[in-house]
């Protein structure tokens, strides 16, 4: 099988999360059916959202820098848990020798394979809205996505900054009454558009019609490295 580079660190528990799926997603009896997975956890990398909202240092040095680390270290192929971070997709791959999946791209090749929806509606950090990391690409597919107003903006960046400070967040009636209003623009199908919310979904024990982004790329990593996926829905409870 081929190996795979997780070029992480955008946090650290988002990078553990994404291992911990592709590791759970693998049909594998054994330790020697599982991926052969290389990580570089880069706590360097500056915030995404702080240089696409113009107050923070350009992150895409070290970004570069990650994804050559792990090129060279024996990856034939990479994946990135950071939704922001693929406002550089583009240059990071110009600097490549090998493959990188999209996690944005195979986000909505899922949607549009296990769905027959056409408004997505996207939860995600100020950064990633700004820059349309999403729109630009789900557009491609015939699929419209759905931000919630500007001024809730804050409300998503308050509980995704909050899980990286290892904040617990008492109350979420906020974030409930966002996805209320959004339902209101008729959108039944919400899409994780932030590592740190794939968190919150164990975390909090989050109830809603969600798509994880990261579900997505684990599946696809899994097949593109030559391996099988669990079949969890035909599987026995022991």
């Given at each position: 099988?081929?190996?795979?580079?997780?070029?992480?660190?955008?946090?650290?528990?988002?990078?553990?999360?994404?291992?911990?799926?592709?590791?759970?997603?693998?049909?594998?009896?054994?330790?020697?059916?599982?991926?052969?997975?290389?990580?570089?956890?880069?706590?360097?990398?500056?915030?995404?959202?702080?240089?696409?909202?113009?107050?923070?240092?350009?992150?895409?040095?070290?970004?570069?820098?990650?994804?050559?680390?792990?090129?060279?270290?024996g990856?034939?192929?990479?994946v990135?848990?950071?939704?922001?971070?693929?406002?550089?997709?583009?240059?990071?791959?110009?600097a490549?020798?090998?493959?990188?999946?999209?996690?944005?791209?195979?986000?909505?090749?899922?949607?549009?394979?296990?769905?027959?929806?056409?408004?997505?509606?996207?939860?995600?950090?100020?950064?990633?809205?700004?820059?349309?990391?999403?729109?630009?690409?789900?557009?491609?597919?015939?699929?419209?996505?759905?931000?919630?107003?500007?001024?809730?903006?804050?409300?998503?960046?308050?509980?995704?900054?909050?899980?990286?400070?290892?904040?617990?967040?008492?109350?979420?009636?906020?974030?409930?009454?966002?996805?209320?209003?959004?339902?209101?623009?008729?959108?039944?199908?919400f899409?994780?558009?932030?590592?740190?919310?794939?968190?919150?979904?164990?975390?909090?024990?989050?109830?809603g019609?969600?798509?994880?982004?990261?579900?997505?790329?684990?599946?696809?990593?899994?097949?593109?490295?030559?391996?099988?996926?669990?079949?969890i829905?035909?599987?026995?409870?022991?």
């Open positions: 099988m081929k190996t795979l580079g997780i070029l992480g660190g955008m946090g650290p528990l988002a990078t553990v999360k994404l291992f911990e799926k592709i590791v759970s997603l693998t049909h594998a009896n054994k330790d020697q059916e599982h991926i052969h997975t290389i990580i570089d956890s880069n706590i360097n990398i500056p915030d995404r959202s702080g240089y696409i909202l113009g107050n923070g240092d350009d992150p895409l040095n070290e970004l570069i820098k990650s994804a050559k680390r792990l090129e060279n270290a990856a034939d192929f990479l990135m848990p950071c939704n922001t971070a693929h406002y550089f997709y583009d240059k990071i791959v110009a490549m020798n090998i493959p990188f999946l999209n996690m944005i791209e195979e986000t909505a090749k899922y949607i549009k394979k296990n769905y027959n929806l056409k408004k997505i509606g996207l939860l995600a950090t100020s950064g990633t809205y700004k820059a349309r990391v999403y729109e630009d690409v789900f557009g491609r597919y015939g699929l419209e996505i759905i931000t919630p107003l500007a001024e809730e903006f804050q409300i998503l960046m308050e509980l995704i900054y909050n899980i990286k400070k290892g904040i617990h967040q008492e109350n979420l009636s906020d974030f409930n009454h966002i996805i209320e209003n959004m339902k209101h623009q008729n959108v039944d199908l899409i994780l558009g932030c590592t740190e919310l794939s968190v919150a979904i164990d975390m909090y024990n989050l109830q019609n969600f798509i994880d982004a990261m579900d997505a790329i684990a599946e696809s990593a899994i097949v593109y490295a030559g391996g099988k996926l669990r079949n829905k035909e599987e026995k409870p022991l």
